[in-house]
């Protein structure tokens, strides 16, 4: 029980109280009985009664002072009590007294600290204000008693100095130091000051910082020089009070003098600082600095400041730390190295905010950094600072910042930029080629005019360099500085003119680019006579050469100048142009007679001439006068030379009988017109020796018009039309539906008996026939009338139609060579593909060698079955072609000789679907069947379109060639997409999504009625085979189309984020309204399951591996990625599990069926969790299903996997496999057990299964079988050589079991390796002893791995080196070797095979002795005692 003396009313009683008070000290926490009688002693006090009396209810515990009325009352109440006591002005000792006692007590005087508690009073509850101060607070507003109490807390700090906190966690001096602040008046102001300076002195350092940073709110106005000075003179003492220093001298109001005295003071200690006070160093010098020194102080700053040194030594320190120690010390310096960024950070916040507000500050940086002469000289820090200037954009900095940027930064580093942009240039990657084309452009802008020459300078090289990729990146970059910088790019011609040089290298594409922008800089705003000159002298000179190739160049940059000099010329006002000058007409009049006169020496030099010619309208705006000029002569011409009236008869000596054919007009068959094309054809064929007697006399006689010029003059003309009449085609509209005078086409169905002349003129006449309705097509497929819609169908089927003919024909003329059809390419690039395919074609690697000495004397009965599976399956290949050749010819290899379809002709696929149940149905009218579209002519758009977006939006690295090799250019037949970029093409085909999807949804349609129909059947009677196989190649196609586009790269370009939610938004609107609002992951979650409800339809295993692919692509595009890899791992499961027939009711088989089933088991294996519980369960079940399975079996678990897909299989499964260990860590010295045993289980399964594959050969002794066998085993042995080996190392001892039983595991497979090797020599397969060396190599490397694991864990005497026998693939011995081991023992020691067998013997013996091993007590002994 506490125990406390009545203090008595007089002072003197004062020593007494105090040391009756410090005894309840020690029993302060005894009980709540202590703490009542202690309270009932301490209210007869002065202080106690007075404080009561004044509203304050004084609380003990954890409690807070209670008030009762506001804090001004309560100080008017105590001053008055006070005043008017007899005792005053004694009474405010004894006051104070009475405090001092009452504060003794720790829980007491923290209560009195702490803010008071408002106690609401029932009579008047609007008394007290919501917030009170503290109960010390409050005395010491009153002034007769400031004085005394502060010398009372002052008095009371050095007590709890060394022990700041409490029990709760308050800092009980921070809280004396904070009753000081913000007094409303402070009696003795310099007293005060001088005896906080004297505590600075003995205070702990975080007193010290909680006194300095309270200075300013506790001082006068008139103390603040005094104390700043004091504070300047202790900054210099000691660096640990800066942060607190400096914080107190940005809130002290001193004199400029004595502010730059202080800041130079700080400055010199910048050095010495630590880092993490640095940001509040900084934040004081940029914020003291005035107008006047800004300059002086950020270039003084600038040099003091090393951020470089503040973060690399810390990250190394850091790295070091790591690699010697795991534990705490790496942790710890990961932490500091984080602070230390953190600290860099906050500084350069801090430059941020003064540059912001302090426009003197930003200047100066300006300044300071342009004030650098020296490269070397610049920092980090002027980076980081003009990166502000740049962001912030204070007080238009940003101009300033781009300027310093360039010339001051940059420009020291031009050439590295430079050689930067030539390297990525050339890369294979699309993206890098990409980002130096923008270094190109910006390097352009941004420098000096050196500068911009050596820019051009590098493209110019570029160009020269011969890689198709690099020079079209390149041209396409100088085009854009000629359209962007026009003026610049004036004095760098000269540059450009010099790839006048290279033109042989070029293409026709890259040589309209080059004249393109060779026109602009001739003929632009800045005219250059001299590039005019040379432009015309090389253009005169190529159209004058008679070769093919220069005259092809003359007339491509002849048209290009024409555009050029013929362009309008844009006036002030948008609406109207300025005309044309007569001298810049009268040249280009000059030079298109010139081009058109050299041209009519061939057909080919026409048709080229005509395409060109047509390209320039297209996408030109011509000067009236010269359009006319063109557009007038073109119609004169193709009605003299194509169009004839029909008469009742035609008149001429043709090798066919003529007929006119495919007249949709006919109403108008007398009286109308007609293309005249046999005729045209076959004075051709009449002419071609006159003309060519007539060449030789004269080389530059021209030529009548050839029916090879029939598309081109009329592709010219149309763009003439629309140009002319603003789009409309009604002046021509008649030849859409004119009949062609062709003969009759029943002459292909007797093509056999006609002579070989006869048959290349039927072939001729197709291809210009189809030829010219793609034209026809090209030009009529925008019209919306109802009609000439009907039109373009019809000659959609014509052309399809026609089609087929060709084929028939194509495949009974061998050696046969079509008209060329696109004529900016070389002839000789052209690949006639060969129609006449032997039946009775030799095979290869068939041919046996007779058996040797060293051949067993007879066969293995698994080697007779092996030898009858390669008999039956390998013709079936060449059955396949056979039945291909009777069926006709492919003509997807004849493509490059039909003119090039527009891409928008892809509009007619918004027509729907015409199938043979809709013809059958009531709605099957003739008006509704002309505006669908049937199989046939779908499966040609689609084919179509899929080469474009191939072609276009796949990305094809740059390769370079091997030295003579030349390539066959991919872009023959593209000359009009090129003139697209990707994004136009990507748009082109977001917008036809929905038109796409609604043919794959009329193609599911199908197949679900179709299997209907049949019961489920796909082989029914209900199917039309013909209409299935077309439906279902347009099912194969449209998924291939979908899944080009989405797999576009640009789609991953920020820009075109927009693009790819729209294409996955039209997907996404089929399941579910709304589409276009929702986010990118619920757009790909509803494309996947929109996309996967086809699953069910899906007609033949190329198209399932095309939904597969589909799935997979958009599901890269964002979203849970684990769910949809589970959702298309389980879809190709399931097409694997599926059975595939043909509509004949045969199993789907063949090298497509085998190449298609091979990506979608990849895919499967891609997509499945666990590589290698799937490759154990194919292996396990498939496999062993198929070991007695006849030829035509397939596997119950697996109906894919038959003995004709074994190989298929097998492959894979080895190719994964080997994939997946590669996959596996390896293992190290400092791994865990449990981390040893689970990478132990991983290289166990695969060990298994590595095995279960090789004993495969056992029973499927195939070569393709054996091939596989041999090369991904030795990939797999050089994996575990790398990667387990150091397992087996590390993890011998304490998993010493399932190390032998791995080894013993593996030592089977090592085994029949080097049997498969041994079979390999004895047949001398070329094919499979390739393999051999690299194999035998990895087997010996095992042997003396195995010994080195065996001596690191001391077990060394358990290797054992012996030698195996060499065996056939069942197992059995080589009899020959025994016979002649005597007599070749010595020829064996020198043969490397030899002693590479030797050795892999050597592992099978030394597995065998380990085995053993476990017998013998002593190897125990000398392994437990090694494990201990």
Same mark, same amino acid.
């Given at each position: ?50 404080i ?34 007899p ?16 504060i ?12 008071c ?8 509850p ?26 009372t ?22 809280t004396?130091i ?30 010290q ?13 008139s ?38 005295e202080?800041?130079e ?10 880092l ?9 010098v ?37 690699l ?14 984080t ?11 801090t ?25 070397e000289d ?10 502000i ?22 420009r ?5 930029i430079?050689?930067?942009a ?18 190109y ?40 500085l000629?359209?962007e910088?026009p ?9 450009v ?6 033109l ?22 800045q ?7 040379d ?72 048709a080229?001439?005509?395409d ?50 495919y ?43 050839s ?17 002319q ?10 030849l859409?539906?004119?009949p ?7 002459v ?46 019809t ?52 041919k ?16 007779d ?7 039956q ?9 056979e ?6 010819v ?7 000789f039909?003119r ?5 002709i ?7 679907l ?12 003739k008006?509704?069947?002309g ?9 040609? %758009? *689609?084919?179509?379109? /899929?080469?474009?977006?191939?072609? &276009? !939006?796949?990305?094809?690295p @740059?390769?370079?060639?091997?030295? #003579?090799?030349?390539?066959?250019d ?28 609604s043919?794959?949804e ?56 927009? %693009? *790819?939610?729209?294409? /996955?938004?039209?997907?996404?609107? &089929? !399941?579910?309204?709304?589409? @276009?609002?929702?986010?990118?992951? #619920?757009l ?7 996309l ?6 899906i ?24 769910v949809?890899r ?14 595939w027939?043909?509509v004949?009711?045969?199993?789907q ?12 088991l ?33 596997s ?26 590669r ?21 166990t ?18 070569r ?64 499979l ?11 010996e ?5 195995v ?6 864990n ?55 002795n ?8 002593d190897q125990n ?8």
């Amino acid at each position: 029980m506490k125990k406390m003396k009545r203090p008595n009313s007089s002072v003197g009683n004062e020593k007494k109280q105090d040391a009756s008070s410090t005894k309840p000290k020690k029993s302060r926490t005894l009980g709540r009985q202590s703490k009542v009688s202690a309270a009932e002693e301490t209210d007869e006090s002065v202080f106690s009664t007075f404080i009561r009396e004044a509203g304050v209810t004084l609380t003990h515990g954890s409690d807070s002072n209670e008030i009762a009325v506001d804090q001004v009352v309560f100080q008017k109440r105590i001053k008055q009590k006070l005043q008017k006591s007899p005792r005053y002005p004694g009474i405010l000792h004894e006051f104070i007294s009475g405090l001092e006692s009452h504060i003794d007590d720790i829980d007491r005087f923290r209560n009195c600290l702490l803010p008071c508690v408002p106690r609401l009073p029932d009579d008047d509850p609007s008394c007290v204000s919501s917030f009170q101060e503290s109960l010390l607070r409050m005395l010491l507003g009153i002034e007769m008693l400031q004085t005394l109490i502060i010398n009372t807390l002052l008095e009371k700090l050095p007590e709890y100095m060394l022990n700041s906190a409490d029990e709760a966690g308050l800092s009980i001096p921070r809280t004396i130091i904070n009753q000081f602040k913000w007094l409303d008046k402070v009696v003795e102001s310099k007293e005060l000051a001088a005896k906080l300076m004297e505590l600075l002195a003995v205070a702990p350092v975080d007193v010290q910082c909680d006194i300095i940073t309270s200075l300013p709110e506790i001082l006068e106005d008139s103390q603040h020089n005094d104390i700043a000075r004091e504070l300047n003179s202790l900054l210099k003492e000691n660096t640990q009070l800066t942060v607190a220093i400096l914080d107190a001298l940005s809130s002290l109001n001193i004199s400029s003098s004595l502010l730059t005295e202080v800041r130079e003071a700080v400055m010199t200690t910048i050095a010495a600082v630590q880092l993490e006070d640095l940001p509040v160093v900084v934040k004081f010098v940029l914020h003291s600095a005035q107008a006047s020194d800004a300059l002086e102080v950020v270039c003084g700053l600038r040099k003091k400041l090393e951020l470089e040194q503040c973060v690399l030594p810390s990250v190394l320190q850091a790295s070091q730390s790591r690699l010697k120690s795991k534990g705490a010390t790496a942790s710890n310096s990961a932490t500091a190295t984080t602070g230390n960024q953190d600290s860099v950070t906050l500084i350069v916040e801090t430059i941020k905010s003064a540059v912001r507000f302090q426009k003197s500050i930003s200047e100066a940086w300006l300044k300071a950094i342009q004030s650098v002469e020296e490269i070397e000289d610049h920092k980090v820090i002027d980076l980081l600072v003009l990166f502000i200037l740049h962001s912030t954009n204070a007080n238009q900095s940003r101009r300033g910042a781009e300027n310093v940027l360039r010339m001051k930064v940059l420009r020291g580093y031009f050439t590295s930029i430079l050689a930067l942009a030539q390297n990525l240039l050339r890369s294979p990657v699309p993206c890098a080629v990409q980002f130096a084309g923008l270094m190109y452009r910006h390097s352009f802008a941004a420098f000096d005019t050196y500068c911009q020459q050596e820019v051009v300078g590098s493209l110019v090289t570029h160009v020269c360099s011969g890689v198709g990729s690099e020079v079209d990146m390149a041209l396409e970059l100088l085009c854009g500085l000629i359209t962007e910088n026009p003026t610049e790019m004036g004095p760098y011609a000269v540059f450009v003119k010099g790839i006048l040089d290279y033109l042989d290298n070029l293409t026709p594409q890259q040589i309209r680019r080059l004249f393109y922008l060779l026109s602009k800089l001739a003929f632009g705003p800045q005219q250059s006579s001299h590039i005019q000159d040379d432009m015309h002298i090389v253009i005169r000179k190529q159209l004058s050469s008679t070769a093919p190739k220069y005259k092809r160049i003359g007339i491509i940059g002849g048209v290009m100048i024409i555009g050029s000099m013929g362009a309008c010329v844009p006036s002030v006002k948008a609406s109207q142009n300025i005309s044309l000058p007569p001298e810049r007409f009268r040249q280009s009049s000059a030079l298109f007679e010139l081009v058109q006169s050299s041209s009519e020496t061939s057909p080919e030099a026409t048709a080229l001439y005509c395409d060109e010619l047509a390209n320039l309208i297209q996408t030109s705006t011509l000067d009236p006068q010269v359009q006319e000029k063109i557009c007038n002569r073109v119609l004169d011409v193709f009605q003299d030379d194509f169009v004839v009236d029909l008469g009742p008869e035609i008149s001429g000596s043709f090798p066919f009988p003529a007929r006119i054919m495919y007249n949709l007009d006919e109403d108008e068959s007398q009286g109308g017109i007609a293309i005249n094309l046999m005729p045209l054809l076959a004075k051709d064929m009449h002419g071609k020796a006159e003309r060519h007697r007539r060449d030789k006399k004269d080389k530059n006689s021209l030529v009548s018009r050839s029916a090879l010029c029939l598309s081109p003059f009329f592709r010219l003309l149309r763009f003439c039309e629309e140009k002319q009449n603003q789009g409309d085609l009604e002046e021509i509209d008649a030849l859409l539906g004119c009949p062609v005078i062709l003969t009759d086409m029943d002459v292909v169905e007797k093509i056999d008996s006609l002579s070989k002349v006869e048959k290349e003129f039927v072939c001729t006449l197709l291809f210009h026939t189809i030829n010219w309705f793609r034209e026809v097509v090209n030009a009529f497929c925008k019209i919306k009338d109802k009609e000439m819609k009907m039109k373009v169908m019809t000659r959609l089927q014509n052309i399809t139609y026609l089609h087929t003919l060709l084929e028939r024909a194509l495949a009974v003329t061998p050696g046969y060579v079509p008209p060329v059809a696109n004529f900016d390419g070389e002839s000789t690039e052209i690949i006639v593909p060969n129609t006449a395919a032997p039946l009775n074609k030799a095979k290869k690697g068939k041919k046996r060698k007779a058996p040797g000495k060293n051949a067993s004397g007879s066969s293995s009965p698994v080697e007779d079955k092996i030898e009858e599976d390669e008999t039956q399956q390998e013709p079936e290949e060449e059955k396949e072609k056979e039945k291909e050749a009777r069926q006709g010819v492919n003509l997807a290899s004849y493509r490059q000789f039909f003119r090039e379809l527009d891409m928008e002709i892809l509009s007619v696929l918004q027509c729907g679907l015409r199938t043979r149940s809709m013809l059958d149905s009531e709605f099957g009218n003739k008006e509704h069947q002309g505006v669908l579209l049937g199989p046939a002519e779908l499966f040609f %758009l *689609l084919e179509d379109m /899929l080469r474009k977006v191939e072609f &276009r !939006l796949t990305a094809v690295p @740059a390769k370079r060639l091997p030295f #003579l090799k030349v390539r066959a250019d991919k872009s023959i037949g593209f000359s009009h997409l090129q003139q697209m970029s990707p994004k136009d093409v990507a748009s082109f085909c977001v917008q036809m999504l929905p038109a796409l999807c609604s043919h794959l949804e009329n193609c599911h349609n199908h197949f679900q009625t179709l299997l209907s129909d049949n019961d489920g059947l796909v082989d029914g009677p209900a199917t039309d085979a013909q209409e299935h196989q077309l439906i279902s190649s347009c099912c194969q196609l449209l998924l291939q189309v979908f899944n080009t586009i989405f797999r576009w790269s640009g789609f991953s370009q920020p820009g075109q984020r927009n %693009l *790819l939610k729209k294409a /996955l938004g039209v997907l996404a609107g &089929r !399941l579910k309204d709304g589409g @276009a609002e929702l986010n990118l992951e #619920l757009l790909v979650k509803h494309s996947f399951e929109y996309l996967l409800k086809f699953r069910s339809s899906i007609p033949n295993l190329s198209s399932a591996l095309c939904l597969s692919q589909l799935l997979s692509t958009v599901s890269e595009k964002g979203g849970n990625v684990i769910v949809y890899r589970e959702q298309t791992a389980s879809l190709a499961r399931g097409f694997l599990c599926q059975s595939w027939v043909t509509v004949s009711g045969e199993k789907q088989r063949g090298a497509k069926f085998n190449e298609a089933l091979l990506a979608l088991l990849s895919i499967y294996m891609d997509h499945v969790d666990d590589v290698l519980k799937a490759v154990e369960e194919i292996a396990n079940e498939g496999f062993s299903q198929m070991r007695n399975a006849s030829k035509d079996e397939s596997s119950d678990s697996w109906p894919t996997l038959s003995k004709q897909t074994f190989v298929v299989f097998y492959k894979v499964l080895m190719v994964e496999l080997e994939k997946s260990v590669r996959k596996i860590p390896s293992g190290k010295i400092c791994d865990s057990s449990e981390a040893q045993s689970e990478k132990l289980l991983t290289w166990t399964l695969a060990v298994r299964n590595f095995h279960i594959l090789v004993s495969q050969v056992k029973v499927f002794g195939l070569r393709p079988v054996l091939n596989v066998c041999l090369k991904y085993g030795r990939l797999f042995l050089d994996s575990f050589l790398k990667l387990g080996m150091p397992l087996l190392d590390y993890s011998f001892k304490r998993h010493k079991e399932d190390v032998q039983n791995l080894l013993k595991t593996f030592q089977l497979s090592t085994r029949q390796l080097h049997y498969i090797c041994g079979h390999s020599k004895i047949n001398q397969d070329t094919s499979l002893t390739s393999h051999v060396p690299a194999l035998k190599k990895s087997l010996e490397v095992f042997v003396y791995r195995v010994k080195a694991m065996l001596t690191l864990n001391n077990c060394q005497e358990a290797f054992w080196m012996g030698n195996l026998k060499n065996r056939n693939l069942k197992g059995e011995e080589i009899l020959s070797q025994r016979t002649e081991e005597s007599e070749e023992e010595e020829e064996e020691v020198v043969d490397p095979q030899g002693q590479s067998e030797e050795e892999e013997q050597a592992s099978d013996a030394e597995k065998q002795n380990k085995r053993n091993r476990e017998d013998s007590d002593d190897q125990n002994q000398s392994d437990d005692s090694e494990t201990n």
